[in-house]
């Protein structure tokens, strides 16, 4: 628990970003290592400067940060460092990915399918009625459906998800001490029943109007797709969206009237080639190459994939990292990238790995 005050703390220094922070930390060998350390020891750390010295040994966020494991303690938070087991997989590679997430909630934050849906807080009646199917179709689906909770189209989603039975995630631009919009503490409290709330904001934060561009980059970090439903031109949705394609995302748009305001940003997307055009949940499927659950086939896979010495190796890392790129198994395995690369590839067909975003490879067996 001491580990974790620091790791807290850390996020609240002035000045001291998640990429900051992780080269301090890296540096130092630890959250706690980063508040011992003298102010000339920190100026031969890349990138720290004299300013961000300063405030790093002159720093008082001690009592912040105990406050908020205070908080955690009497509300039945998770608080997730980057390097946690439970910190999701497919944001964890980039570089602005938060340093700590707070989460309240039921369900793991991976799942074998991530979708993330963004559009605008004032929908039409027909792009709500859209969101609402293309939700519906994910029935049957291992995927989880993250979102902002905001109104309009996030709210539309969450609230499909849970009707259908659907596990979700409401990514907040606040802290788990409140809710934002009011109007959706209820949906909020049904969704911590099959899915939960993430944040990485402290429990004191509240909704101010920069977080809320810096919490779309959580929601595009943690899907393998994006679907827009409805945006203007410009906004968060477009931000999101944007966010998704430079995480090397697929990203989804539904079409609208050439005139729609509401649709302009759907179809700049798609009209660009940065978005694939979609009109029903059928087209993700088949775009993303999803399969339905069957429990059956499952178990039969792990029973029955005959897997050589070598293809045996790589699945027992991938089992014990959870996730490696190409180039940290070729690290592991020694093995040429030619040879690597034909052996996922045999195992994906195999049924045995599969590659996310980022060129992550988890094991599905």
């Known amino acids: 628990?001491?580990?974790?005050?620091?790791?807290?703390?850390?996020?609240?220094?002035?000045?001291?970003?998640?990429?900051?922070?992780?080269?301090?930390?890296?540096?130092?060998?630890?959250?706690?290592?980063?508040?011992?350390?003298?102010?000339?020891?920190?100026?031969?750390?890349?990138?720290?400067?004299e300013v961000t010295a300063k405030l790093i040994v002159e720093q008082n966020v001690l009592a912040t940060a105990e406050k908020e494991l205070e908080f955690i303690a009497a509300n039945d938070i998770q608080?997730?460092?980057?390097?946690?087991?439970?910190?999701?997989?497919?944001?964890?590679?980039?570089?602005?990915?938060?340093?700590?997430?707070?989460?309240?909630?039921?369900?793991?934050?991976?799942?074998?399918?991530?979708?993330?849906?963004?559009?605008?807080?004032?929908?039409?009646?027909?792009?709500?009625?859209?969101?609402?199917?293309?939700?519906?179709?994910?029935?049957?689906?291992?995927?989880?459906?993250?979102?902002?909770?905001?109104?309009?189209?996030?709210g539309a989603a969450h609230r499909q998800c849970v009707k259908s039975g659907i596990e979700t995630i409401g990514v907040l631009g606040h802290g788990l001490s409140k809710i934002y919009p009011a109007q959706h503490r209820g949906l909020a409290k049904q969704m911590l029943e099959k899915g939960g709330l993430l944040t990485e904001y402290t429990h004191e934060e509240e909704p101010d109007r920069e977080h809320f561009p810096a919490r779309n980059r959580i929601i595009a970090g943690m899907c393998d797709?994006?679907?827009?439903?409805?945006?203007?031109?410009?906004?968060?949705?477009?931000?999101?969206?944007?966010?998704?394609?430079?995480?090397?995302?697929?990203?989804?748009a539904v079409p609208g009237r050439p005139k729609d305001e509401r649709s302009k940003g759907c179809n700049s997307l798609i009209k660009r080639q940065k978005a694939q055009l979609i009109e029903s949940t059928e087209d993700l499927i088949y775009a993303m190459n999803w399969e339905k659950e069957d429990s059956t086939k499952t178990v039969q896979r792990?029973?029955?994939?005959?897997?050589?010495?070598?293809?045996?190796?790589?699945?027992e890392l991938l089992k014990k990292e959870e996730s490696l790129t190409i180039d940290q198994l070729g690290y592991r395995t020694d093995l040429k990238s030619s040879s690597l690369a034909a052996l996922l590839l045999g195992l994906e067909f195999k049924g045995a790995i599969r590659m996310l975003p980022g060129k992550q490879y988890i094991s599905l067996l």
Do not use: W
Request: one cysteine or more; aromatic letters at 8%; a neutral charge.
């Open 1 to 49: 628990m001491n580990d974790l005050l620091y790791k807290i703390a850390i996020t609240k220094i002035p000045k001291v970003g998640a990429v900051t922070a992780r080269n301090l930390i890296s540096y130092c060998g630890g959250a706690e290592a980063v508040f011992e350390a003298k102010k000339r020891q920190l100026l031969k750390i890349p990138g720290i400067g």
């Open 302 to 315: 792990q029973l029955f994939v005959e897997l050589d010495e070598r293809e045996q190796n790589i699945i």
């Open 225 to 252: 797709a994006l679907i827009v439903v409805e945006t203007p031109a410009s906004g968060g949705s477009m931000i999101s969206a944007h966010m998704a394609l430079d995480y090397n995302k697929d990203v989804f």
């Open 79 to 154: 608080p997730i460092f980057y390097l946690d087991e439970a910190y999701p997989i497919r944001l964890k590679p980039y570089p602005d990915a938060p340093l700590m997430l707070f989460y309240k909630g039921s369900s793991p934050l991976q799942r074998r399918y991530m979708l993330a849906v963004v559009g605008t807080r004032k929908p039409s009646p027909q792009g709500v009625a859209m969101c609402e199917e293309l939700m519906e179709g994910l029935q049957g689906y291992d995927v989880l459906v993250v979102s902002g909770l905001a109104y309009g189209i996030d």
